[in-house]
């Protein structure tokens, strides 16, 4: 079956430092890969996307490349600011079913000033 | 509306007490989704409507559990005889077309359930 393991939390990060929360997935078939965030009392907000290998997935300085090789698809940020601090949730979608997301335990990312 | 809205925010309840929840998609959005998200995890998929009809209900945990859809917009997710281990966040969900596939999910910010 479909699983992602996200690197556990939380972390906590200064001001303008460099980040990367790691994500690995297991799936049938050829997924599509999501990295999902949700500030403090919001729903999840999709992030970014990628649908096939190599694509490379970027929105508000955050990436994340889709590695079919290593089954990977870490979030990076070169530059994190403090309105960055939520929380963030690697998922996919695969195989017959999918509408249907399978999601991680999700990562607390807290960036201090 | 401008987002999904979800009520209530918090349900507190009695074990073996019905509970309903509500999600109102945003307008003109097809899909509708439920999740529940326990506490440390990530969202567990539970059940997808296109329109009115349930097209999945296979993360439906048992019988007690059941959504409905009628008149394609408003859904309700009803749990009958709550148990502690219903206890989590409950997540609604939509998109805009018939075929989710790679569409981007708008969430609620969910109904917290307490069941005691």
């Known amino acids: 079956g479909n699983s992602v393991t996200q690197m556990e939390g939380p972390v906590t990060l200064s001001e303008e430092a460099f980040l990367t929360i790691n994500c690995t997935y297991t799936?049938?078939?050829?997924?599509?890969l999501f990295w999902y965030v949700q500030y403090p009392g919001e729903g999840l907000q999709l992030l970014l996307k990628a649908t096939k290998a190599d694509d490379k997935g970027s929105n508000k300085g955050f990436e994340a490349t889709y590695r079919k090789e290593t089954t990977s698809f870490h979030l990076e940020k070169g530059s994190v600011q403090v309105s960055d601090s939520a929380v963030y949730f690697c998922?996919?979608?695969?195989?017959?079913?999918?509408?249907?997301?399978?999601f991680g335990k999700g990562t607390l990312l807290t960036v201090n000033p | 509306g401008a987002g999904v809205s979800q009520s209530p925010r918090y349900k507190v309840t009695k074990r073996g007490q019905d509970v309903a929840l509500r999600c109102d998609p945003i307008s003109g959005h097809v899909s509708l989704y439920w999740y529940r998200q326990a506490l440390g995890q990530g969202p567990e998929f539970l059940t997808y409507?296109?329109?009115?009809?349930?097209?999945?209900k296979s993360g439906l945990p048992n019988d007690r559990f059941s959504a409905e859809r009628p008149e394609g917009s408003i859904s309700t997710l009803t749990i009958q005889r709550t148990e502690q281990r219903d206890s989590a966040m409950y997540r609604c969900?939509?998109?805009?077309?018939?075929?989710?596939?790679?569409?981007?999910?708008?969430f609620g910010s969910g109904t917290q359930l307490s069941v005691l």
């Open positions: 998922a996919l979608n695969s195989g017959g079913s999918n509408y249907k997301l399978t």
């Open positions: 799936a049938t078939g050829y997924p599509s």
């Open positions: 969900a939509s998109s805009l077309g018939v075929r989710a596939t790679n569409e981007k999910l708008f």
């Open positions: 409507f296109n329109y009115e009809a349930q097209q999945d």
